[in-house]
C-alpha cells in the first residue's frame, strides 16, 4: 500500500525557512517523479515543485523558483522541501504527490495528508 | 500557462440526481486531463485521468469526457459521500495547472 506522510509545517515568521519532510512506503521511491502541491487556506490547488526519481531534474513554480529547493534521498525514500525567505502568501497545507507512471511527473495517483506552513508577517 | 477553468464555482444537486461539471482549458490538452475530489480537511483523491479513465476504485457513476480544451465530469446517481470540491488538472505540458474547483453541495 502506498503511503506519503508529510511532516516539518509550523508556524515561522516572514523571511524564515522551514523544512518539509515526506516520506514514501510502498512502492520504488527512485522510479517515480514526485511533487509539492499547496492549498492555501480556502483556496485552489497549485502546483509547487517537481522532482525525477533519481533527482536529476527538478522544476518550480514561478512564485517560488529561487526561494525553495526540492530534493529527495533515495535511501531513506523521503522528499524534502527547504523553503527559505518565507512570504505570508506561501502560507498553506503543503502536499507531497507521486507521479502515476515513471513518464508521467504530473499527473498525481497518491497524495499525503499534507502539513500545515503557516508564515506570519 | 494554460489556464483550467470551471464551472459552475458552485453546484446545488440533490441526492440521487446527476451531476455535471464542466472544465475548460485556454489551448489544448489534448485528453491529458485529470479530476481529483476533495473532501473537507482531506487531502485530494484521483477520480479520473486521461479525460475519461476511472482511476482504481472509482465507482462507475463517475464518468469523464472531452478532449482538446472542453471536458466533463458527471456524476450519475448522487450518493452523500460524493458531496465535496472537485478540481480539474491538466499534465500535458508544464506547469501543471488546476482548475479553480467546484464544490458540490446538497440542495
Known amino acids: 500500500e502506498v503511503q506519503l506522510l508529510e511532516s516539518g509545517g509550523g508556524l515561522v515568521q516572514a523571511g524564515g525557512s522551514l523544512r518539509l519532510s515526506c516520506a514514501a512506503s510502498?512502492?520504488?521511491?527512485?522510479?517515480?517523479?514526485m511533487s509539492w502541491v499547496r492549498q492555501a487556506p480556502g483556496k485552489g490547488l497549485e502546483w509547487v515543485s517537481a522532482t525525477s526519481g533519481t533527482g536529476g531534474s527538478t522544476y518550480y513554480a514561478d512564485s517560488v523558483r529561487g526561494r525553495f529547493t526540492i530534493s529527495g534521498d533515495n535511501s531513506k525514500s523521503t522528499l524534502f522541501l527547504q523553503m527559505n525567505s518565507l512570504r505570508a502568501d506561501d502560507t498553506a497545507v503543503y502536499y507531497c504527490?507521486?507521479?502515476?507512471?515513471?513518464?508521467?511527473?504530473?499527473?498525481?495517483?497518491?497524495w499525503g495528508q499534507g502539513t500545515l506552513v503557516t508564515v506570519s508577517s | 500557462e494554460i489556464v483550467m477553468t470551471q464551472s459552475p464555482a458552485t453546484l446545488s444537486v440533490s441526492p440521487g440526481e446527476r451531476a455535471t461539471l464542466s472544465c475548460r482549458a485556454s489551448?489544448?490538452?489534448?485528453?491529458?486531463l485529470a479530476w481529483y475530489q476533495q473532501k473537507p480537511g482531506q487531502a485530494p483523491r484521483l477520480l479520473i485521468y486521461g479525460a475519461s479513465t476511472r482511476a482504481t476504485g472509482i465507482p462507475a457513476r463517475f464518468s469523464g469526457s472531452g478532449s482538446g480544451t472542453e471536458f466533463t465530469l458527471t456524476i450519475s446517481s448522487l450518493q452523500s459521500e460524493d458531496f465535496a470540491v472537485y478540481y480539474c488538472?491538466?499534465?500535458?505540458?508544464?506547469?501543471?495547472?488546476f482548475g479553480q474547483g467546484t464544490k458540490l453541495e446538497i440542495k
Open positions: 489551448q489544448s490538452v489534448s485528453s491529458n
Open positions: 510502498g512502492f520504488t521511491f527512485s522510479s517515480y517523479a
Open positions: 488538472q491538466q499534465y500535458h505540458q508544464w506547469p501543471p495547472g
Open positions: 504527490a507521486k507521479g502515476k507512471y515513471p513518464s508521467s511527473w504530473y499527473l498525481f495517483d497518491y
